[in-house]
């Protein structure tokens, strides 16, 4: 299984970035998605997370308004669409997998993804 992210890069503040997430070795419409961000120095925290068919999405609600999750099942990947990015939107993105069907509340939650990409970095200057 390997989930390669991509679309890292440096941006300066009040800029956009898209991040992909190509997964192979899972049957990728058979999971939820997530996205997760940790910053320099802190924790891995949940960025956003999509149902397996994209019709449900849910965010970190500091995020709402700014990040979009999105996915293309025909091309095994999700998407994570930044705009409006912060310095504090830097650090290491990763993307994960989550085998049980979408559950809002519990998509936040780091210990129900099974699979983990190996990060992008983001870096937003002020």
């Known amino acids: 299984v390997q989930l390669q992210a991509s679309g890292g890069g440096l941006v300066q503040a009040g800029g956009s970035l898209r991040l992909s997430c190509v997964a192979s070795?899972?049957?990728?419409?058979?999971?939820?998605m997530g996205w997760f961000h940790q910053a320099p120095g802190k924790a891995r925290e949940f960025v956003a997370a999509?149902?397996?068919?994209?019709?449900?999405?849910s965010y970190a609600e500091s995020l709402k308004g700014r990040f979009t999750i999105s996915r293309d099942n025909a091309k095994n990947t999700v998407y994570l669409q930044m705009n409006n990015l912060k310095p504090e939107d830097t650090g290491v993105y990763y993307c994960?997998?989550?085998?049980?069907?979408?559950?809002?509340?519990?998509?936040?939650?780091?210990?129900?993804?099974?699979?983990w990409g190996q990060g992008t970095l983001v870096t937003v200057s002020s």
């Open positions: 994960a997998s989550d085998p049980r069907f979408f559950d809002r509340r519990a998509s936040s939650e780091y210990y129900y993804y099974d699979y």
């Open positions: 999509i149902s397996r068919s994209g019709n449900r999405a």
């Open positions: 070795g899972i049957n990728f419409n058979e999971y939820s």
